[in-house]
Structure formats: C-alpha cells, structure tokens
C-alpha cells in the first residue's frame, strides 16, 4: 500500500524547519515545557525508543509527522507501513499529524503505539512559512499559498521556477528557453506591476537569494506571499511579491538515505516550417517579378530544385534539421541522508543534474550540495547552520560573426534551404552571412562557470517564557568566470576554387566576477496565550551589503585555435574593464498577530527601509500592512445552523498594505556586474568614450546616462479579500480579490531627442493590477483508486492608470504607453484586409503607408483612424499585450494500488503574439520564408490568398517596417506541462531486497501544446525575440527513487 | 549568570552589524559633481566628445541617397531614404541623424571648462575644437532636416520640449560658431584628427555653399587655401589607404587603429565573394560620369566604345570603382557570370549594380582583418576646398585663372588632362564641369546629397530607374576582357521618386515628434 509514497516529505519537516528558521512560536509548539527535562544526564536515561504504527481508516498511513510535544525538534515521520520509531521518554506525548486527518497526541507509556487518525478536511494544524516566522494557516488573513516537496517530486524539471509553473494562483511563470544551464523562467506574481525589474522576492532559509541557486530537491516547501498585508514585512523589496522557500532539515530518527534519479531525452517543443529550396525558389521569382526585377532562378533551376539530381549545385538543405542534431540526453541523480536526535538533525544532499542541448555543444552539468545541521544547546539555545555550494558549468556555442550563440540560431532560421551545407567535395557553402552549423562545427565555446556559496547561521535564543531572540547571518559569496573562445573560420570558393572570405579573428574574453551578499538579522519574538487571546509580536533589525566586482580580459590573434589561454593571444588589442558597484539595504520592521477565540484576527505589520540607491531624504520609506480574518465556522451560530456539517470552515480574510520597489532593472545572471543602476541620482562620466586622436587610443568619458536626485521608491498598493471554504465533501476552495497600485513606478519616459542623453528614470506613472484568483482542490478515494485534483486559474487586468504624459507614447517599434493600456502593449496599424486589385487601392482615396508608393494589389489595408486620408503615424492604435489575461493550472493524481499518475497542464488565456522576424521568415536570397506564405495574394493563382503579397525588401507589409494588427496572433496556449506515471514496487519486492521504498517512473514534461498560435514557435517564447534563441524543450525521462 | 552572558553574546553577535553609511558613490565613474579638476579630467571630456562625433558609415551610406550609390537593404537605413518610400515611421537612418547626444557633451563642456585650472591657451584650443564639433552636427541636421531645435546648453528634459528654430538662425548659428572657433583654433594640432582651424573654416565653407552665399564661400576657402598648410596628395587611389592617412590633404577625419578602435565596417563595401555585404555600391549614372582620359565625356569623346565602357577613361573610375573585368584582389571580378557570387540577381550580398566601390579598399587582402582597420576616414579635404573656391568664383562669375587652376590641380593631380578652356569658357560651361569635377573627385565620399540639393538638381537626378551595369555579356576570366552581347540590358535596381518640395529633406522620425510632445512639427510632404 503505496499510495502517499510521495508524501514522505510532506508535512512532517515544516513545523520543525519553521521552527528552526524562524523562531515564531508555533502556538502548538511553546517551549513552554521545555523548563521540566531540558537538562542533565537523567534525560538520557530515560530515553528511549518508542515505536509504533499509524494508519487511517484505509489502512496504514505512510507520511505522518510524528514529534515530542515537548521538544518538537523531536520529529520523524512513518514509512511506506506506517510505522515509525522516535526517542521519547514516557510521560511525554507524542503529537500525529498529516495533512487531511485530525491531529492526534498521545502520551508515551512504554508500549507500542497504535495510531488511528481520522480523515479531517480542516487543516487547522497545517502551518505554513510566512515572512520571519510560521504561522497557522487557520489563523493566515493574507493571500498566501504553498505547496510543499510533493508537488515537485519526481519531475524532470532543471531548475525552481520551471518547477513551481502553474502550481500557484495568480503567479506566471513563463519559460522562456529551454537552453541547458539557462532554462530558468520568467516569474510574475499578480501581473506586471512595473516595467523594471518585476521579480519576486526570493528568500531562501530566511535570507534573501535566487532561485538559480537551489536544487529543487532540496525544498521542503514553497510558500508565495501574494498580496501587501502578507508581503510588507519585506517591504521595499516585496512589491512584486515574495517566494519563501525552505529547504530540507533532518528529522529525528534513523538515518535516512535516499537516492532519486532520472535520466532521458530533451527535443524542441515546436520548430518553424520553412520552405524549402523549391518553393523558395519560386516565391522568390515571384517576389522579385512583383517589384519588376529579373528573375533568380530560371524554370531549368526550380526543376532541378525539385529533382535532387544536382545538390552540389542545386541544393536542398535542411539547416534546422543540421541544427537540432543532438538528443538532449539529460539526467539526474540526488542523494540525500538524513537523521538526528533529540539534540540534533541534519540533513546532506548531493545533486548532479547533466543537461547536453539539443543542439551541439550546448550543455551543463550542475553539481549542488547542501547540508542543513541543527543542534539544541540547550533546552533555551538552538544553532542552525546551513551551508550550501552550487557549482555549476555551461557551455554554450558561439559564432565567428557575431560572437554570440543567438546568431546561430537567427542563421539557421534564415539562410536558405539552396545554400549546400556541405559541397560533395567536403567543403562548407556559404553565403554573405555564413553558414551556422560550419560554425558550431567550429565548436566555438563560451565556457561559464559558476560558484554560488550560502552560509546561513542562525541562533535561537529563549530569553524568557515566550520571548525570543534570533540572530541569523547569511553570507552569500558568489564566484563566476566565463572564458569565451571565438574561433574564425575561412571558407573555401569552390567557384573561383580559391581561398573564399574569412569570418571573425581567433579571440578570447575571460571574464570573472564575483559578488558578496551579507545579510545580518536580529529578531525578537514573544507569543503569549492568556485564556481565549492570542499574541504574537515580532521586531526586527536588518541590514544587507551588497558589493559586485568584475573584471574582463580580451585578446585576439592566437596563433592557433586549440591553445585557448589568454597569454597565447597577440597583446596588440587587448582589452581590459572592470569595475565594481555596492548596494546597502536597512531595515527596521515588526509585526503583531492578534487571535481571539479562533475567530477573529488581526494583524499588523511595519517597515521602515533605507537604501544606498536613493539621495537624501529620499533614502528612508515606510511600509506599514493591516489585515484582518474571520472565522465564522468557529461562530457559534454557524455551528447551530448545521451549516458545519456541509462546511468544515469558512474564514473572510481581507487587507490592506504598502509596499516597495527599488530595482530597476533585474539582475541577469549574465550581466556583469549587473544592469541594474545602483547609483539612479548621480551624473556620472561613463568611462571608455574613448577616441583616436594622434592616431592613438586615448582616454575619454562622457555623461551618457541621465541621473535623477529626486527618485524615490516606487510603491505599491495593494489590498486583497479572500475566501477560504472546506467542504466536508473534501473540496477545499481559496479565492481571493486582488487590486494592487504601483503609484510613481520608476520609467525611463521616452525623452525628447534634444535632452541629448538616454531616456531618463523618473517616478512617471501609475500602474494597477486587479484580479481574481481562484483555487479548488478535491480529494476523493474509491477503493484502491485514490485521486486528488487541484487547480487553479487567475484573471489579471494590468492597466496604465497615470501616464505623466496624457499622449501615447510609443517606446519601441511595437510598444506603447498609455494610459487605460496594458504597461506592454503592443502599438500599430489596424489593418482592413488585403487589396485585390490597384483599382480597390485607388479608389480608396486614401494614400497608403510611406507616401503611398509601390501599393496595390496584395498589400494590407490600413485603417486611417484620423481620416486624414492618408496612413501615417498618426493611425496607430493599440493591438493587443503579450501578457495573458487568464492563466491556469490544473493536477491530477491518481493512484491506484501500487501505481501512480500525475497529469498537469499549465494554460494561458487572452494573449496575444506579435508575429515577426525569423517566426515569419522573409522572402528575400538571404531569409528563408516560412510555409504561412503558401497562401500569398497573386493576382491570377491565388487572387483570395490571406497572406499579402510575395515582396523582398518594400516594407509596407512588414511587420518590423510597419507594424500592424494583421501579424497579431492569438497567443493563448494549454500545454501539458507534466505527465508522470509510476509503479511502487511491492512490500514483498522491497523486504526481500532490504529496502523501505522503491518506485519506477516515466514522466514527460512539456508533452503536449494546444495553442493557435504561429506554426511552429513556441507560446512561451519571449514577445520580441521570435527566432534568436534557445527553444524550449520537451523531455522524456524515466526515473527510480529509493529509500534504503 | 549563564543566562546573561550568554545574552551578551547575543548583543555581540549583533553589534556586527555593519555600521556603513547609506551615502554611497559611485566606485568606478567618475562624479560629474566632482570633476574639471585637473588637466587630465578635461582632456578626458574633450577626448570623450570626439568619440563618435562622426561615424565613417555614415560617410560612406550618405552617397546612397544620391544618385552616386545604392544600398540595397531596407534595413541598412538608407533605401528609403534614397528611393523616396521613407515615412516618418519607417524614417530609416534619419533616426540616428537625428541626434544632440554630441551637442550635449559639448554643451556641458561649454558650461563647465572654465573651472578647469588649465592654461588659457589650451581652454581656448579646447573650446575651439568643442565648438567645431557641436557646430558640425547642427549642419548636418540643419541640411537634412531644415528647422531643428538650437540647443546651446544642457536641458532637463522639460527644457528640451523646444520648437524648432528656422533654418537660417541654425545656419546663422553654425556660422557665427565656426567662424569664432577658427579664431581660437591653431592652423596645425600637434595630433591629427583634432578640429584645427581648418577644420573649422572647411565647414564655414560647406554651410555658406549650402546656403550659397557664394561670396563669402570664395572669402573662407580662400582663407583657408591661404593657411597654406595643405596640398593635395599626390597618389588619388593611394590618398585614401592607411599607409598614406593624415597626409597634407586632409582637413578633417574620424581616426582609427586596428584592434585597438578599428574602422569595422569597412566590409560591407567589399563584393560578396570577398565576404563583402554590397552594401554601398555605385551606380551606372556614377560610371557614366567619369570622363575619358582624354578629358572629355562619353558622349563627347569619338574615342569612347560603348562596348568597351570601361577602358579609357579617368584614372579616378580605376581608383574608385570595381567594374566587370576589373583586376581586383588578385583576380578578376566577374559579376557577369549567374553562376558568380556576384552575380547581380543572384545571392543578396552581390551587388546590385555589378560594381563595387574601390576607393579606400585598393587592396583589400592588404589588411589582417578588413572588418578592423585602422585607416582614417575622410570627413574633409583639401580637393574639396579648392573645388568649392571654383565653385563659388564661377557663381560670381569671376571667371579667372584661380578658377582654372584650382580645377587643374584637382584634375592633373588625378592624372586627368587640364580643363579644356575653350570647351570650357564661360559661366555655364564651367558650372557643369565643376559640378561634375566635384561628383567625379568625391564620389563614394559621402558629399553628393549635399550638393544636388544646393544645386537644385536632385529632381532632374533622383527620379526614374536606377541601373547597374549591362547585363548580358561575360568577361575574360585571365585577360578580363568584357564583351557585351547587348548594349541594352542592364541589371534594374530600383525606381526611385523624388518629391520637390518634400524630398529635399529627411523625414522627422515620428518616434522623435512622438517624444516631442507636439512640439516639433513634420517636414513638408510625409
């Protein structure tokens, strides 16, 4: 009986890591009787093991928390039968939980335990990690969810963020590229409340981090901080919400080794479909005869196109299919051992996680350890210590041309299918741009190492009954280099049979940064409980230093391309930056919860903030938070109503909070030292405006950047009311109403062109998010076949609501701001079809776009919105966002007997694509056309076709030259994020080979993808950048995971 | 008690606290607030104004919005531009014309340098040369988009919602401007490459001949030719190579040195099967233009073969342009062949016209890494000067031997016969022959723009089809002899359309009038 394997993780460790992290009381954990056996030999003695078995109603409950009241570090939890074994002494008591069943104590008395625990929908004793501390999540009034290891086991995902994907109501998580090392996504909580950096917070073990860092693993559980009052704690940082994630500490017990693995496929999700040398051929001629120049390819060439006979000559190459060459075999292999005792736990993982790409070159093998001690001094001191270390290599190809990898990519997507690879005698075609895969033949490579260390102390100290003291220091040293070897190629003129061009020079960039974070916290907790009140206060110090150095070295002219140390490299040209920048943060903050009776709460929380970044006065701001909660399934009344046999609880919960923004810009992991401005209010020389003068390089600066005295954080405003329902038919439901105002968000406006300088920041606008959020969990069993459903799904409104300018201001060739618009919308034309004939263009009386030259049959139909009778600027209107409306997510588990299944899609709704650049193709000798354009208008074959007609180079039916709505696309997708189906191996199988757990899993992720959107390219892939990157992939992996 | 050291301990623990102030620098740039202190500091600033004051591609391009070149692809910035599709929101390269990021640095120069404790002399000198700089932007957008806003100091980004100030009061501006700095200028900076007073009067004599105030265009060239510090180089092909740059031709330039700040577009001149783009190549109406070695035009000269139009004919056509059959690069060029990578119709980065520019890459195999070289670009030189004196004498009709000799010089240095002076006699025979000395000696130089639009000729010469060279023919692949089997067929490039009264000007890019907040208002015609 193998139903909750997957739970072994579940529970148990929260309140204890809670505990250990935070130091907010637990009210069902007060050290309150701690005083009697804390000390001295004589606890020893009386030791002892106590074991025993747990079950429900079904049968033996695998997964259940089991701990000493008395001393909760205490804790282990049952195996795969339901048994357990804990050191406890007789007289104490021993608490029983697990998620959906009451809670059960029991004293210790010397005898093997029996433990029934009845299936209970209120999960009054779940707790849940909140900002500082835990906290009930009965007594929660803020919007907050979490998910704990469960939801993430036994998935081959690569990184946290793909990992907590549709999980979350309210948060978008947008994977952006499936590239090894590189794949992590884009992470929105409640909509875009900034056009900087609109990151969450993210806070691992207590201290401030990056999701990039942390084996997913490793993580106990996931909890997000949605909305202000929940949120403010944070303060200036927590405007775009927080992600609090805990990572596993060991349990009292046994050791415990587990061992989890998968190895398995990679392939891209969805490629574009161009055309190949054929049909090329002809819409090329086409393309030309429309624009009345001579044909290409003479009607002897295109038969020889289609024939094959000649590919030296006439070829027909498959470059994506040259490209997409490799497997993308990845694996995964963690082992973790953990134990403890009544005085100590620890846990120690080691993770390896080996990606190669799907392309050549391209991989990562990342190496993760991490181990987590915890020791009680004594009965008032409790150390935690966590250290971790991630080291973690990527390479990536790069290009002679560009030196990056993108252009391979774009390349790919644009030489044409009658550009020959390879000759048959050995030799690279080629044309103006190169060919990519000689390129990654070359195997240029960008070699990046990073080495990311987290030291996490804390110590706990119980000062008086109730009243504690914890003082954590985090360090967080990061170590990076890259070194970038970019090998130049010359091809060979087969034609002329002579040396052709050559690409690039032999070069080499080695770059090394590092960065160190310090974060040093003192927190003073007290929890009193007299009679039906109940109060806990928190207060607290902060203060965080961040420094970033860097330095970049580069040489060219190497004699050879197999030596790739910079000394070999020719010092005529070298070059070498650096530079440093540092960041210090201050913080004041503190927090009251009030409960009376179970039913009603209150609390308060306050920050007050200072930074490095702002001048002056502006430096200091103020984040204070209210909420409240009531319970009204603890009312009396309710209760008599007999409303209680069909609710097992109701809570109203509402709120108010402010909170901050500084960061302007999101901190890349590839950035150095990173984008963001750490210095917004001082002009500044930016240094290498260097000159020639003499004929000799000389020193120059010049101010290039606008600075700002007077910035000041941007604030949001958010305010929130929720609904918690459980039903006693297991259907538990959250909703929430959120409406969060970023006011004076920080926007570098569009500036005249005569300021001269790049466009400045400035506290310009006001930006509102609202929304609904719901999520619906049910739970059932029939038999043997247990299954549980969960899903969640958000409407997000994102509004410009201020503008300080009243005009639309377009910001980029697609983008504009407005206010009643989304922060990203998409700016154009309106487009009213396609002319078919030059008369319907002539007798429209309106002059086309630029001037109205070459229009006719073919073309797209602008609207002129002005009426001016001719389309210009003046007509463009607003064409969509790129940033969904709905998004949603839904899981299955299903279990039956011995087997498992986990399904879980991840949608978005209400979106639109802009179609353009590689992900349309162009019909010129140097860009391949996708096959959209089969359906061009032609006058005489295809005189309804819904494409316009076949152009190289006039713009006016470009969607980069003259963006319209006629290349918006629905974006909305459903994609089956997971599918995972696994087999327990029996107890007869496991006792015979002396293990405690074994499962066998196959799971798939990104499988299946239903969206209308563009043939061939990915929803997910990022608005402006459609055919320069990495795709994402899809993975098929099988795995095991064993318990010895 | 054990109780209260042990809280002690804790008080330590955070007593380590960091105790920094929340007042931080910038650690690596240098305060704005905190700067002209020394010397150093201001030749820095100075040093950081000549970066990018001018661009050697935007030289080169500019000659694609005349009837001299042809750049193929839209997305280079200058079709449009040149064939008359541009629009305000497909402006194409107006958008990086369009630009007071120099004017700024210089501006906060102007407003900053006397607090610098240096010499009056270098204050002076600096000046001098910041001044030349910002005036030299202001004319190139004073021609290319007529009315701009006159900015003279730094601006808040309120102060900067300015109209546009007329034409003549930035042509006023520029004037006064360049006439105070060659006061300040030396005749002979001790490094190339900085403005000297030449420099300063070299332009003058560019604003006032595009304002053709003739007169005072005779005064300033003559000025400057009496500076007597330039002379033309004596090798035309070799005047432009790196081994010869900051000879005594030149008046101003955009200094490089390879690897170090290389010129790194050089290779977008070069034919495709180089590894060239094509990206700036002439057009037939150039080749055409070109006398016969004898001195006269095709059409005059019995001697020319339309058959055989490149033989004969000018030095400078050799020197400036790769032509079918032409020896280049240690073979022969053959665009002619559809087979060839240069073939007209055939891969992208062939050129469009079957010609190639030569001028600047005589040997492009000469350079390690033609994408990174260190040749100079020629903003301004002396053949320039002594053609605009010409020029200007002629308007005046002063027809006299200065105007004979100046053309001489230009033409014998070149390798060409003197001007015929009874061909060439009177006021309108010498205008077309100075006008097609200064196309011919310039071409690819990036200044015919500039003077079909004074002339008022662009009408006549940008409207209609735009050809390459003939197409139907095949080239000797030792000899490089061409035959052409028809004198008919050329390569068609494009029909260009010129608009009088709307085309003499560049489109104000409507990003710039969007984030002029409706106070800057469109050009006539778009």
Known sequence: MNKTTTRLFKRNAIPLASALMMGLTIPAFTYAASTVEASGPAFLVQQQQVSGTVSSTEGPLPGVTVSVKENPTVATSTDDNGQFTIQATEGQTLQFRAIGYASVEQIVDGTSLQITLQADNQTIDEVVVVGFGTQKKANLTGAVQSIDAKDLEDRPVTNVSSALQGKFAGVTIIQNSGQPGKDNGSVRIRGLGTVNNADPLVIVDGVESSMNNINPNDIESTTVLKDGPSAAIYGSKAANGVILITTKKGKSGAPQLNYSGYAGWQAPTRLPNYMRSYDHAVILNEALMNEGKTVRFSDTELDAFQNHTDLDTYPDTDWLGLLYSENGFQQNHNVQLSGGTDKINYMASLGYLGQNGVIPVANSNRYNLRTNIGAQVTSRLKIDLGVAYNYQRINEPVNPYTGDMAQIFRQTNRIPSFIPYKYSTGEYGYYGDGNPIAWLDMASTDRMIYKHTSVNLSGEYEILDGLKFKQVVGFQPIDNMSSKFVKAITYYDVAAQQPGPTQGVNNLTVLNYQSERLTMQSLLTYDKTIGNHQLNLLGGFMDETLRHDYSSAYRQGFLTQNLEELELGDPNGQVATGGAKKLILRSFFGRVNYAFAGKYLFEANVRHDGTSRFIGKNQWSTFPSFSAGWRLSQEDFFVNSGLSNAITELKIRGGWGKLGNQQLQAAALTSYPTGDNYYPGHFVLSPGVNAVLGNELQSGGAILDPANPLLIWEETVSSNIGMDLNFSNNISVVMDYFDRKTNSVLLTLPAPRTFGLSDPTENAGKVRNRGIELQVNYRNQVGDFNYEISANGSYIKNELVEWKSPAAEPHSDYYVYQAGLPIRAFYGYETLGIYRSDEEYQNSGVTGINGGQNIGAGDIIYKDQNGDNKIDGQDRVYIGSPDPKYIFGLTANLSYKNFDLNVFFQGAADVQGYLWGEALGMISGSDKPTDIYQDRFHPEHNPNGSMPRALTTWVQNSPSGTPSDFWIQNGSYLRMKNLTLGYNLPETVLSRIGLKGAKIYYSGQNLLTFTGFAKGFDPEAPAGTRGNYYPQVKTNVFGLNVNF | ?526
């Open chain 2, 1 to 526: 008690m054990l109780n209260k050291y042990k809280l002690f301990i804790l008080a330590g623990f955070f007593g380590f606290v960091s105790c920094e102030p929340l007042d931080q620098e910038p650690l690596d740039r240098n305060n704005s607030e905190n700067f002209w202190n020394t010397q150093e500091e201001t030749a820095y600033a100075v040093t950081g104004l000549y970066s990018g004051w001018e661009v050697g591609s935007q030289i080169f391009y500019m000659d694609c919005v005349s009837d001299n070149s042809n750049s193929d692809f839209s997305w280079e910035g200058f079709q449009p531009l040149g064939n008359g599709t541009a629009s305000p929101t497909n402006a194409g390269n107006a958008d990086s014309r369009y630009s007071y990021e120099h004017i700024r640095r210089a501006n906060w120069i102007l407003e900053n340098i006397d607090q610098s404790p240096i010499s009056e002399e270098l204050r002076e000198k600096f000046v001098g040369e910041v001044r030349t700089i910002r005036a030299y932007r202001y004319l190139d957008m004073a021609i290319l988009f007529g009315d701009v806003p006159l900015i003279t100091k730094t601006v808040t980004t309120d102060e900067a919602l300015v109209e546009a100030t007329p034409r003549a009061e930035v042509f006023a501006f520029i004037d006064k401007e360049l006439r105070e700095a060659a006061d300040l200028l030396p005749v002979k900076q001790t490094e190339t490459g900085r403005m000297t007073k030449g420099s300063a009067l070299g332009l003058l004599a560019r604003s006032l001949a595009f304002q053709r105030k003739h007169e005072e265009v005779a005064l300033v060239t003559q000025e400057i030719i009496d500076l007597g510090v330039y002379q033309l180089f004596n090798d035309y092909a070799g005047l432009f190579e790196e081994a010869n740059e900051s000879n005594s031709e030149v008046i101003s330039e955009i200094q490089h040195v390879a690897k170090v700040q290389g010129y790194t577009s050089l290779g977008i001149m070069m034919p495709n099967s180089m590894g060239g783009w094509s990206s700036i190549v002439p057009t037939q109406s150039l080749v055409d233009v070109y006398e016969t070695k004898n001195g006269k035009t095709i059409q005059e000269d019995p001697a020319y073969q339309e058959n055989q139009p490149f033989t004969d004919r000018d030095p400078r056509f050799e020197a400036t342009v790769v032509y079918p059959g032409a020896r280049y690069n240690g073979s022969i060029f053959d665009p002619l062949n559809p087979s060839s990578s240069n073939f007209p119709s055939g891969p992208d980065n062939a050129s469009s016209t079957a010609y190639n520019y030569r001028k600047y890459l005589q040997n492009p195999s000469s350079y390690e890494n033609v994408w990174d070289v260190g040749v100079n670009v020629i903003v301004q030189r002396y053949a320039e000067i002594l053609l605009l004196n010409a020029e200007a004498n002629i308007e005046l009709n002063r027809i006299n031997d200065q105007v004979y000799a100046n053309i001489d010089l230009v033409r014998e240095r070149a390798k060409m016969p003197k001007v015929d002076r009874n061909t060439y006699a009177n006021q309108s025979e010498l205008r077309e022959l100075v006008r097609r000395e200064i196309r011919v000696e310039l071409a690819g130089e990036g200044r015919r723009f500039f003077d079909i639009v004074r002339w008022n000729i662009a009408k006549d010469v940008m409207n209609g089809p735009v050809y390459g060279s003939l197409s139907n023919g095949s080239v000797n692949s030792t000899t490089g002899e061409v035959t052409f089997t028809s004198l008919k067929d050329r390569f068609f490039v494009e029909n260009r359309v010129f608009k009088e009264g709307k085309n003499e000007l560049w489109p104000i890019p409507q990003t710039v009038i969007d984030r002029s907040k409706g106070t800057l208002k469109q050009n006539p015609g778009y």
